[in-house]
């Protein structure tokens, strides 16, 4: 039975392992210091999706105030299809509506457009917007 808990320090490994497998990793970014920034900042918004002590999903959600952003939503491959990430979705999505949060975004890698129609059925619209980024900090 898959269920939703706050992420924690002993998931780690099996975290990354997940992110590796489903693309979610870049050379840039270090999930180890991701997961660590994480956990200094609103940690009660990293969730993991279990099975047994089997990590199945994540999803890591902050609120800056204005809006609330989800980022590394992952189910594992084999598991698709079973509802995890519509699951971690909801439970970032009721964390973020209990801090007050009125909206919630998420972004998009270009090659992974497949999963603009889960995101659709779920009520999350496109915007036409440019993002713009600036390493503060080299990993």
Request: hydrophobic share 40%; proline share 4%.
């Amino acid at each position: 039975m898959t269920s939703i808990r706050a992420f924690a320090l002993r998931d780690t490994e099996s975290v990354i392992s997940l992110w590796q497998q489903t693309g979610l990793t870049r050379s840039w970014n270090n999930p180890h210091l991701d997961i660590q920034r994480k956990l200094t900042v609103q940690p009660e918004l990293f969730f993991v999706a279990v099975d047994n002590d089997d990590v199945v999903g994540t999803v890591m959600a902050g609120y800056d105030g204005h809006r609330g952003w989800m980022y590394y939503l992952a189910s594992a491959p084999r598991r698709r299809g079973e509802g995890i990430a519509r699951a971690l979705v909801t439970a970032a999505e009721d964390a973020l509506l209990e801090l007050g949060c009125p909206k919630v975004q998420l972004m998009v890698r270009p090659g992974n457009e497949d999963v603009l129609g889960f995101y659709e059925t779920l009520g999350y619209e496109r915007f036409s917007t440019t993002t713009t980024g600036k390493r503060l900090i080299a990993d």
